[in-house]
């Protein structure tokens, strides 16, 4: 009987930390790769967001809210921040 109860002391006492750990973790990037990925969708929806605020302004045609949004894209590929919108002149 002490046996028995010594086994099932000592199987607890392993048994815990492996069972706590099974559950899943939080979920957050493992790698770089998964980094990147979340990057993109980052400056995916504020290259959105600079395209609407653009077309709901009224002072820029299509054309340069296009290059607006291009141009947030292009800054988050090259690791620049994508808080600020750029604007474009129109030449004279």
């Given at each position: 009987?002490?046996k ?74 090259h ?14």
């Open positions: 009987m002490e028995i109860v010594g086994l099932l002391a000592l199987l607890a006492f392993v048994g815990a930390p492996l069972a706590m750990n099974a559950y899943p973790q939080p979920a957050q990037a493992q790698t770089r790769g998964m980094e990147n990925r979340d990057d993109r969708r980052d400056t995916r929806q504020t290259s959105r967001a600079v395209k609407h605020e653009c077309k709901a302004g009224d002072e820029k045609n299509r054309s340069e809210c296009r290059q607006d949004k291009r141009d947030v894209k292009q800054d988050g590929r690791g620049q921040s994508t808080t600020t919108t750029t604007t474009t002149t129109k030449p004279k």
